[in-house]
Structures are given as C-alpha cells and as structure tokens.
Nanobody, 128 residues
Framework: EVQLVEFGGGLVQAGGSLTISCAAS????????IGWFRQAPGKEREGVSC????????YYEDSVKGRFTISSDNAKNTVYLQMNTLKPEDTAVYYC?????????????????????WGQGTQVTVSS
C-alpha cells in the first residue's frame, strides 16, 4: 500500500520559517516525482514545488521562488519543503503527491491530475 504522510505544519509568524516533510512508503521512491501543492479556503489547489530524481529537475511557483527550497533524501524516502520569509498568503493546507515518472518541468509543471498518490495534508498558518 502506497502512503504519503506529511509532517511539520503549524503556526508561524510572518517572516518566519517552517520546514514540512513528506515521507513515502510502498513505492519505488526514485521512480516518482514528488510535488507539493497547497489549498487555501475557497481557492483551487495550486502547485507550489516539485522535485524529480529521474530528470534531476525542480520547479517552484513564482510566488515562492527565492523563499522555498525543495530537497529529497532518497535514502529516507522523504522530501522536504523549507519555507522561509513566510507570508500570510502562504496560509493553506499543504499536500504532497507522487507522480510516476514525473519530470517536474521548471517551465510547465504537471497539474494535480497527473499525480498518482496523495498525502492527507498538513496545515500551515502564517499570522500577520
């Protein structure tokens, strides 16, 4: 059974930092791109970042470039999203997802429908 579990969400003040993690099990980790998506109340789910070991690529949505960093520890089957200089508009439920043979194109990332497995989400709240 494939499982993706997010860790590390919480409440942080604007300007602060938070690192969230996604631990995967039940899949061949190296065969999957891992993406981070977020969904705020009343808004559509949007892609934030992704990483592909197969293609050696990463992607960042424009609003998080320079503030968020995605990394992968393949030995631990875990992907991290380090979030710095957080803003209230970053408040959302953050989900990780796995796409089989995903390549995380820096210019044209795959949308949510391309992803095969999803975690349950972790809440990130940034107070002003």
């Amino acid at each position: 059974e494939v499982q993706l579990v997010e860790f590390g969400g919480g409440l942080v003040q604007a300007g602060g930092s938070l690192t969230i993690s996604c631990a995967a099990s039940g899949l061949t980790f190296d065969d999957y791109a891992i993406g981070w998506f977020r969904q705020a109340p009343g808004k559509e789910r949007e892609g934030v970042s992704c990483i592909s070991s197969i293609a050696g690529t990463t992607y960042y949505e424009d609003s998080v470039k320079g503030r968020f960093t995605i990394s992968s520890d393949n030995a631990k089957n875990t992907v991290y999203l380090q979030m710095n200089t957080l803003k209230p508009e970053d408040t959302a439920v953050y989900y990780c997802a796995a796409e089989y043979w995903g390549i995380c194109s820096p210019k044209r990332p795959d949308g949510p429908l391309f992803y095969d497995y999803w975690g349950q989400g972790t809440q990130v709240t940034v107070s002003s």
